[in-house]
């Protein structure tokens, strides 16, 4: 899995909204989930969901068994109409420079 569209794909969930939230404490999400890893940076989302519980539960497998470090570190359920469940997710995305960047270009 690569992004959340292809986790959207493969599990059939609809995301309805992603939005980005600004880190208290880099380079830590500052969660309990996220302070188990050290000293890397991170990108926190924000990320709705609506499917059914089990799609639901693939689509948070499937973003924790990503290429890239991914972390779920909140999760709110809330039923909605005909099966349908809406979630709420925090989510930590992991990142290490693998190397130096110039820091002047051209």
Aim: charged share 10%.
């Amino acid at each position: 899995m690569q992004t959340l569209a292809d986790a959207q794909s493969s599990t059939h969930v609809k995301v309805t909204s992603v939005s980005a939230v600004q880190s208290k404490d880099q380079p830590n999400a500052g969660t309990q989930a996220a302070s188990t890893i050290v000293n890397l940076p991170n990108l926190q989302f924000k990320v709705q969901v609506v499917g059914t519980s089990g799609e639901i539960e693939n689509f948070m497998g499937s973003l924790e068994s990503a290429t890239r470090l991914i972390a779920v570190t909140d999760a709110t359920l809330q039923a909605g109409s005909g099966g349908q469940v809406q979630a709420t997710m925090d989510i930590a995305a992991y990142y290490s420079p693998s190397h130096s960047y110039p820091s002047q270009l051209g």
